[in-house]
């Protein structure tokens, strides 16, 4: 039987040590800020929203939720960035995506201060990941580093296999792999015979976006096994990329859906807005 790889577990050991941390600041007159803009109706991203604002009032994070409707021009949009970027008590700022059709996405997250940019999607981040000089990481790839090293599960030597190359979990997950010392082969759609590839893993990290795509003859046998992926079935149950009951007996280790990567990825959110208020407020080096 496969060791589950408890997320829920590791994301509340996290915060435990965070709200330490908050409280530390707190003696300091330092309260941690983290603004968060929604733009449009979309009810996925409205529950994402009040799930990271929830998890920041519980850790002592304030918080401030920006719902801007759904026919908001780019200029207001940057205006309320610009705002954001220049008040000393948000360290962190998060505009939701998607955005709708009429917001150039890529311009608005260029627009948001690098150092307050805890999605770390800011092209100077990115660069900076590239390098292995980071200050903030991608939420997710960050969570599943962080339960890796939970269960002591070294990439060191070991082929990690990483299906899937978006900017949010593929890519950045592939270099922090890389810069963990592992062989890196990052597969996508264009991907001949996909199969040949993820049997060879050791780690498998899938991030698709298709319900139950990763099957049992997909994965070798002793595979330790990520899923990204969140998708609702043809019932709305909430599933992942992995064929959990098929793949399960077959490998050593595997996150769940839910309870795996999911919890880590609100959790490295947290750390991020930790750390920039750390740095906003000179507690900490901006390497
Ligand atoms: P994207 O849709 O941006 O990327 C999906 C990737 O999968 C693309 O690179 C695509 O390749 C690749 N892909 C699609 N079909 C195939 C195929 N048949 N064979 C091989 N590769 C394929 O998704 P995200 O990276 O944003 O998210 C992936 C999943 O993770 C989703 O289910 C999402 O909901 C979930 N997610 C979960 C999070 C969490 O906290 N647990 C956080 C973020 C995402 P190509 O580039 O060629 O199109």
């Not at 918080?63 to 200029?75: G, H, V």
């Not at 698709?208 to 998708?231: C, K, L, P, S, Y």
Request: hydrophobic share 40%.
């Amino acid at each position: 039987m496969a060791q589950i790889l408890d997320g829920k577990l590791v994301a509340q050991k996290t915060r435990e040590r965070l709200r330490r941390e908050v409280a530390e600041l707190a003696e300091e007159g330092i309260v941690p800020g983290l603004a968060v803009v929604l733009v449009g109706n979309d009810v996925g991203s409205q529950v994402y929203v009040r799930n990271k604002t929830r998890a920041c009032e519980e850790l002592g994070i304030r918080s401030w939720q920006y719902n801007l409707p759904e026919d908001t021009a780019q200029a207001a949009l940057l205006e309320l960035i610009e705002k954001l970027n220049a008040d000393p008590e948000v360290h962190g700022i998060l505009v939701q995506s998607p955005l709708p059709a009429q917001i150039d996405e890529s311009l608005v997250t260029n627009y948001i201060r690098p150092e307050k940019d805890v999605d770390a999607f800011h092209p100077f981040n990115v660069g900076r990941i590239m390098l292995g000089d980071y200050t903030y990481l991608p939420c997710t790839p960050a969570g599943i580093m962080e339960i890796l090293r939970e269960y002591g599960i070294d990439p060191a030597g070991k082929h990690c296999v990483v299906v899937g190359r978006s900017h949010i979990v593929g890519r950045p997950m592939s270099m922090l792999m890389l810069h963990a010392n592992a062989t890196v082969t990052i597969c996508h759609s264009h991907t001949r015979d996909l199969a040949s590839h993820t049997r060879q893993a050791d780690i498998l990290v899938a991030a698709v976006g298709r319900e139950r795509f990763i099957t049992a003859d997909m994965v070798g046998e002793g595979a330790v096994v990520i899923d990204v992926g969140m998708n609702r079935d043809a019932e709305g149950k909430l599933c992942g990329d992995v064929d959990f009951a098929g793949v399960e007996p077959k490998v050593s280790a595997i996150t769940p859906v839910p309870g795996g990567v999911g919890p880590m990825t609100i959790t490295e959110l947290l750390q991020n807005t930790v750390t920039a208020a750390k740095i906003l407020s000179k507690k900490a080096e901006n390497p």
